[in-house]
């Protein structure tokens, strides 16, 4: 089992930025990815950023060149610094961690969400 809490959503205006941060806790030492993704009213939950246990980072089209996924080992929390926000980044932002109970099994365990409102 994986917990994760979120911080950092809020209201910002066109323009600006902001950052969230991820604490996983539990079976830490099982995830093999963890990142974040959003779901808009009506719209299908999409992948944001991802970073692998190796440093491997992957990014959402819409989001690449503004936005920024770390990670602090130690602290087991990942970050998603949100910079150039636009009012099309107005969305709930989930975290998520991947583990492997096998070689051939993935389980994804989320995050409750965090509002993320950008006003143009």
């Known amino acids: 089992q994986v917990q994760l809490v979120e911080s950092g959503g809020g209201l910002v205006q066109t323009g600006g930025s902001l950052r969230l941060s991820c604490a996983a806790s539990?079976?830490?030492?099982?995830?093999?990815?963890m990142g974040w993704y959003r779901q808009a009213p009506g719209k299908q939950r999409e992948l944001v950023a991802q970073?692998?246990?190796?440093?491997?980072?992957s990014y959402g089209d819409s989001v690449k060149g503004r936005f920024t996924i770390s990670r602090d080992n130690a602290e087991n929390t990942v970050y998603l610094q949100m910079n150039s926000l636009k009012p099309e980044d107005t969305s709930v932002y989930y975290c998520n961690a991947k583990i492997r109970p096998s070689q051939l099994t993935s389980v994804d365990y989320w995050g409750r969400g965090t509002q993320v409102t950008v006003s143009s």
């Open positions: 539990g079976s830490i030492f099982a995830i093999y990815a």
């Open positions: 970073i692998f246990s190796g440093g491997v980072t």
